[in-house]
């Protein structure tokens, strides 16, 4: 099997992750930047389209002068009033009180100008009932938009806008402001969904720190113990004189501190080693933030229970460094797909291969930096190897880093051999 690299953005080049994610927002997350807020305005700003009913017939619905500047400071008012809804919800520290107020001069105003202008400007209480769904608390959704398609039945039937136009209105009322209610649930559970991820990898680290003084305290507990046990024996027998005794018992303490020290540095490095479980959620943390979606099927975490610890840290690693380099270089990914498989070598021999790939622009022409040297040299301490290049279709890149799959052996307990 040929090891054939193509070349890929190094780790040492801008991160080029928070610049995308300055631009657009997670839905449900706070806007940060007055460009994000731009942004959404701007989204918000294409649903206006359907005011082009008030705005036809104010073009051409034969009002005459005092009709046409009310009509148009109603629609300039209207519309000043759902931007600033936006950006009020949008910001930090949102006023209720100041969201309440907008919405209801909206409802008023949608109310005055279908009496006096006519029945296209019913179409204002289309957009009343999304507002109304926004600041409405869920539970009181649904009465709030049942009185919003009341009121617009109601001032349809007394303009006499027709039991056509006023049955399509007060539907689409209710069914827009219905829907709204639906997204902001939905963005709702998002939210709560990316605070149980961080909260997930937050724990995931908590466990790892509480293993690390957990084993601490049992190996250095017991050597620390026998260590002052001993040198309170050498001492004694110096004072009475037995030299040879207390050499004994120095070189004993020689060798449980060597021992100790061993025993510490090899705690130490499991800790250091990642897992992949906590690489997975920091994954999705990482990616969200870059508004790359991860694909990964659930049962990533143990496609191979058995994998010696050496081996799983090694691909935990290609996991990490390729997120990395799709958050810091896959301009234009917005997705990346974790796939586990294995696969047999000429002499017979299993790996388990763990595959990154996303669907930005490729790597370039640029060379590799150290990241991917350093991944390349982890996997093969293990007698892994790594191969990447061009992601599927030729899009994109992919990393596929494969390691011998040796399981551990599981030493039968005692009761067991008995």
Not at 67 to 89: D, E
Not at 338 to 354: H, K, N
Request: hydrophobic letters at 45%; charged letters at 20%; one cysteine or more.
């Amino acid at each position: 099997m040929n090891d054939t690299r193509q070349a890929h953005p190094s780790d040492e080049t801008q991160d080029a992750g928070p610049a995308r994610a300055s631009f657009m927002n997670v839905p449900g997350s706070p806007v940060e930047t007055r460009r994000q807020l731009l942004v959404k305005v701007a989204w918000m700003l294409l649903w206006m389209i359907y005011l082009a009913y008030p705005v036809g017939d104010l073009l051409h619905g034969g009002h005459g002068p005092a009709g046409k500047v009310l009509g148009w400071g109603c629609l300039a008012f209207f519309v000043a009033g759902y931007v600033l809804l936006v950006i009020f919800r949008s910001t930090a520290g949102m006023r209720p009180r100041a969201c309440r107020a907008i919405v209801a001069v909206m409802v008023a105003l949608a109310t005055a100008s279908s009496f006096v202008l006519g029945g296209a400007f019913l179409t204002l209480f289309i957009y009343a009932s999304v507002c109304v769904a926004i600041v409405t608390p869920p539970r009181y959704a649904l009465p709030a938009l049942g009185g919003m398609a009341g009121l617009t039945a109601v001032v349809g039937l007394l303009i006499h806008a027709g039991v056509d136009n006023v049955s399509t209105f007060t539907l689409s009322a209710f069914l827009s402001g219905a829907a709204m209610t639906g997204l902001q649930r939905l963005v709702a559970t998002m939210k709560e969904l990316r605070e149980a991820r961080a909260a997930v990898a937050h724990l995931a680290a908590s466990e790892e720190r509480l293993r690390l003084a957990r084993d601490l305290h049992d190996l250095l507990g017991h050597s620390l113990s026998l260590i002052t046990l001993k040198s309170e024996l050498a001492g004694r027998f110096l004072d009475a004189g037995k030299d040879e005794a207390a050499r004994t018992q120095v070189a004993d303490i020689e060798q449980v501190a060597r021992q100790s020290l061993i025993d510490v540095r090899e705690a130490v490095t499991g800790f250091r080693r990642p897992t992949m479980p906590v690489e997975l959620a920091a994954a999705r943390t990482a990616l969200a933030a870059a508004q790359v979606r991860l694909e990964a099927a659930p049962e990533l975490v143990d496609a191979w229970p058995g994998l010696a610890d050496e081996e799983a840290g090694a691909l935990a690693w290609a996991l990490r460094e390729a997120v990395t380099n799709i958050v810091r270089h896959g301009e234009g990914a917005t997705v990346c797909t974790v796939t586990a498989d294995e696969s047999w070598e000429g002499g017979g021999e299993r790996y388990a291969v763990l595959e990154i790939a996303d669907d930005g622009r490729g790597p370039g022409k640029s060379q590799a930096g150290n990241g991917l040297s350093g991944l390349e040299e982890r996997l093969a301490l293990v007698g892994g190897r790594l191969r990447t290049g061009p992601g599927p279709r030729g899009r994109g890149f992919r990393l596929r880093a494969s390691v011998p799959l040796r399981t551990v052996a599981v030493v039968p307990e005692a009761s067991e051999r008995a």
